[in-house]
């Protein structure tokens, strides 16, 4: 927890209070996550994500010139660079914020994570390592539904060591209506039971039961390998994780679900950094 001084008097305040000031300026802290679909916004009380359709560039700026009186420290993680220079060339249009580069203020700061031992691993399965320490203390798995179903393990040393990716649910569905001729795409939804009556229960009972499977799987190993078989605290996330909460913790599992664990780790990471690292990340005009 954090502390600020109001009338006098210390309040006690959360990691979304943090102020930095940087050349004489106030700001606040913002994380924006650039993932495969979509791009994430967290700030404050303030919880956006929009699809990239026509209109996602439009949502962005018409939310920090319109929507917000605070300067922010925008710390920007992407893991889809089709889109990167896009959003930073809306965010440099709009006067009175900086836009951060988070993978090098992350590799500047490796208190908070310890991650030298692994090769090329995400930037955001390391945030959001950093970002579940803020959910549950170490160590503990992270399980991230996604386009992809990311599954990471930190010690009680804050030492990422590793995980698995396989593909998300809505990405079985789209890989199996590409490959076959009988298997339509379909939105990923609450399947009705565990098996189906027709092509579409039964495709997303599947999937459901591969993701259940495949994360109790990797999940077991996990504490068998890293944990001398402990149970450690699983944090759940990403935009399909409803679909797999009830069966892990049918199976006994300690589930804490928090949908912002990337962009808290993006908050983590700015309210930590140096002023001299905050300022050497900033980037420059595109």
Same mark, same amino acid.
């Given at each position: 927890m954090?502390s600020?001084?109001?009338? @006098?008097q210390?309040?006690?305040?959360t990691?979304y209070d943090? !102020?930095?000031?940087l050349?004489?300026?106030?700001?606040g802290?913002c994380g924006?996550?650039v993932g495969?679909s979509?791009v994430k916004?967290?700030?404050?009380?303030v919880?956006?994500?929009?699809?990239y359709?026509?209109e996602?560039?439009?949502?962005?700026q018409?939310? +920090?010139?319109d929507?917000?009186?605070?300067?922010?420290?925008? $710390?920007l993680?992407s893991v889809?660079?089709k889109h990167?220079?896009a959003?930073?060339?809306?965010?440099?249009?709009?006067?009175g914020? !900086?836009?951060?580069?988070?993978h090098?203020?992350?590799?500047?700061?490796?208190?908070?994570l310890?991650?030298g031992?692994?090769?090329?691993a995400?930037i955001?399965?390391?945030?959001?390592t950093?970002?579940?320490?803020q959910v549950?203390?170490?160590p503990l798995?992270?399980?991230?539904? $996604?386009?992809a179903?990311?599954?990471?393990? *930190?010690s009680s040393e !804050?030492? +990422?060591?590793?995980?698995?990716i +396989?593909?998300?649910?809505?990405t079985q569905?789209f890989?199996?209506?590409?490959?076959t001729?009988?298997?339509a795409?379909?939105?990923?939804?609450?399947p009705?039971?565990?098996? $189906?009556?027709?092509?579409?229960?039964?495709?997303?009972s599947?999937?459901?039961s591969? %993701?259940?499977?495949?994360?109790?799987?990797? *999940?077991?190993n996990?504490?068998k %390998?890293?944990f001398g078989?402990?149970?450690v605290p699983? *944090?759940?996330? @990403?935009?399909?994780s409803? +679909?797999v909460?009830r069966?892990?913790? %049918?199976?006994?599992?300690?589930?804490?679900?928090?949908?912002?664990? *990337?962009?808290d $780790?993006?908050?983590?990471?700015l309210a930590d950094a140096?002023?001299?690292?905050?300022q050497d990340?900033?980037? %420059?005009?595109?």
């Amino acid at each position: 927890m954090l502390s600020h001084k109001l009338n @006098g008097q210390y309040q006690m305040s959360t990691l979304y209070d943090t !102020k930095i000031e940087l050349n004489n300026v106030e700001y606040g802290i913002c994380g924006i996550d650039v993932g495969n679909s979509r791009v994430k916004i967290h700030h404050d009380n303030v919880e956006l994500s929009f699809p990239y359709d026509k209109e996602w560039k439009k949502n962005v700026q018409h939310h +920090f010139r319109d929507h917000t009186t605070q300067k922010y420290l925008i $710390g920007l993680s992407s893991v889809n660079p089709k889109h990167t220079t896009a959003i930073v060339k809306v965010l440099q249009r709009i006067l009175g914020h !900086k836009t951060l580069n988070v993978h090098s203020l992350l590799m500047r700061n490796q208190g908070l994570l310890q991650f030298g031992n692994v090769e090329s691993a995400g930037i955001d399965r390391l945030l959001g390592t950093i970002g579940a320490m803020q959910v549950a203390p170490p160590p503990l798995i992270t399980v991230d539904c $996604g386009t992809a179903i990311t599954i990471n393990a *930190v010690s009680s040393e !804050k030492v +990422f060591l590793g995980g698995v990716i +396989f593909a998300g649910m809505s990405t079985q569905i789209f890989g199996l209506s590409k490959q076959t001729a009988a298997i339509a795409l379909i939105p990923m939804e609450e399947p009705e039971g565990t098996s $189906g009556i027709n092509t579409k229960e039964s495709l997303l009972s599947g999937v459901v039961s591969s %993701a259940i499977g495949s994360i109790l799987y990797t *999940v077991e190993n996990f504490q068998k %390998a890293f944990f001398g078989g402990e149970k450690v605290p699983i *944090v759940l996330t @990403g935009g399909e994780s409803r +679909f797999v909460q009830r069966g892990l913790e %049918a199976k006994g599992l300690t589930v804490r679900e928090d949908s912002n664990i *990337v962009t808290d $780790g993006i908050l983590r990471l700015l309210a930590d950094a140096k002023i001299s690292d905050l300022q050497d990340t900033v980037i %420059a005009k595109i």
